[in-house]
């Protein structure tokens, strides 16, 4: 038995895809068009939005810093208050009077931060006790320069104390 013989043509026939094929081929081009228009406008669009919101992040981070300025202004007396080495001015002010034996009371405290000093308004027995208060309150480490800013004979009460008034500049050695 011979087998039927095969035929192969490698050049082939030209075979058209008809106007079928060439519809087919057109509707494919149109749809990739529309695809690749409405990825660029998406593209475009996205652009644009990141755009506006780098803009509204930078106004709202202007906005939280003039805030931010604000809130830091309104505190800074706060701070400074804050910052009034309290404890060992009082502190300092008790032992100096327990030292003087009760001759001087401390009337008033008045500070003033701004500039770093205190004001006192106390009574004494007399002058002479007046001034020891004074040299005590020089030996302290958290006053320097206390003077004596004025004095007066108290005639109405029967004692007759001294009402005298002393500033001295306070420092917080750390």
Known sequence: MIPPRLQLDFAGHARSGGTLGAILLLVGALGLTVVILQ???????????????AARERGAGRARSEAVDAAVQAARPTLVQLAT?????????????KDQAGD??????????????IKLAAESR?????????????????????????????????????????????????
């Open 126 to 174: 007399d002058l002479a006790r007046a001034l020891a208060f004074v040299e005590r309150l020089r030996s302290t480490h958290i006053l320097r320069n206390p003077m004596l800013d004025s004095h007066e004979l108290k005639h109405d009460d029967p004692q007759h104390p001294v009402h005298f008034e002393l500033s001295a500049e306070w420092s917080d050695p750390t």
């Open 104 to 117: 001087v009371a401390v009337l008033t405290v008045e500070p003033d931060p701004a500039k770093h000093r």
């Open 39 to 53: 990825v660029h406008a998406l593209r475009t669009e996205r652009q644009g939005l990141e755009l506006h919101l």
């Open 85 to 97: 080495p309290w404890t060992r001015l009082l502190m300092e002010l008790e032992r100096i009077g």
